[in-house]
């Protein structure tokens, strides 16, 4: 079977992420986890996006999968990808539950996103007042040698790129497969024109939610990777604004409604915010970083990277030829 150029393309890339541990130092092998974590998270929150309105509430979904995984390890010592699995179900049922009367009475546009980070903080506020998940004290591991089954490394943290890309690839592939599917386009169809959609006999309300299951299912992931990564969670760091921020930002900056658009932005973004706390050493410069880089993306391309390439450059519609992606209905205009 003959492998297509954007296959070929990414399968380059995947390999040369994988290499770069090898020739580099802890730290460099540290910031390119996190890269692959936010391309694989974001990558995620753009399959909800395919069928609706922006998402800025992810962080709940990105902590179910983490508390799930770290509790079952710490209190039960449940394998942490059985957690994994378990946080799957648990984060795209709380997606239904949630998502089924919001889209049902026909919550739209900037109420949905207010909606979404309304959840999100009532599940930080939840967790942060609830002995099971520890209350602010969190969730600390005990720390075990290096195990695959313990999804636990210490001598070297190259594993975890290995895994970290694994999961990147899952993403990928899903998001791609989507949208070459007819789901895909019923999805796009949904985002586009609701009101058209239900009149060809597309079932808007099914296919919204099931963007947002899919998207949280995979989210949660991220969020166990993440748990499993740190050995502690808390809710202000899992579940708080500023990850659904981290979550959506690579996929503004790079392109959203694009299959590449979360790994250019991830790629761009995370090194430069780790270059910039490492020197300054702020806690607070990265909160400032985030909110510079959106103000930028909004005024002067908010197409991302990709759509910006693809509308204004002749080698950027060289460059998009051969990069699997659909621009959303604005990079059309």
Request: with cysteine; aromatic share 12%.
């Amino acid at each position: 079977m003959r492998l297509g150029r954007s296959t070929l393309l990414y399968l380059m890339f995947f390999g040369i992420v994988c290499a770069v541990p090898f020739v580099s130092s802890p730290v460099v092998t540290d910031v390119l986890i996190f890269c692959v974590l936010y391309a694989f998270v974001s990558t995620a929150w753009t399959i909800a996006v395919y069928a609706g309105p922006y998402s800025i509430g992810h962080a709940a979904y990105f902590g179910l999968g983490a508390y799930s995984t770290a509790l079952l390890y710490t209190r039960l010592g449940i394998s942490p990808w059985i957690g994994i699995l378990v946080g799957i179900a648990i984060s795209s049922s709380f997606a239904l539950v949630i998502s089924y009367p919001v889209f049902r009475y026909g919550i739209k546009g900037y109420y949905y996103t207010l909606t979404t980070l309304a959840v999100a903080e009532i599940m930080r506020t939840i967790f942060l007042a609830w002995d099971i998940t520890g209350r602010a004290v969190g969730v600390w591991y005990h720390v075990v040698p290096d195990s695959l089954w313990d999804f636990q490394f210490h001598t070297s943290h190259v594993p975890y790129v290995f895994i970290g890309v694994a999961f990147l690839i899952l993403g990928v592939f899903t998001s791609n497969a989507i949208k070459k599917a007819r789901l895909g386009l019923a999805f796009s169809a949904t985002r586009d024109d609701e009101d058209t959609a239900q009149s060809v006999g597309i079932n808007t309300l099914r296919h919204k939610i099931t963007a947002v299951a899919i998207s949280a299912a995979l989210t949660s992931i991220g969020g166990a990777f993440f748990a499993q990564y740190t050995l502690f969670i808390e809710p202000d760091t899992s579940m708080a604004m500023f990850v659904s921020v981290d979550i959506l930002l690579p996929a503004v900056v790079g392109g959203v409604g694009t299959v590449s658009g979360p790994l250019i932005g991830s790629f761009l973004l995370t090194p430069l915010i780790w270059i910039l706390r490492i020197a300054f050493g702020s806690e607070v410069l990265h909160v400032v970083i985030r909110g510079v880089v959106i103000i930028i993306v909004v005024l002067f391309a908010p197409e991302g990277i990709v759509g910006t390439l693809a509308k204004h450059s002749g080698v950027g519609g060289k460059i998009l030829s051969i990069i699997p992606s659909r621009l959303s209905s604005r990079a059309h205009h």
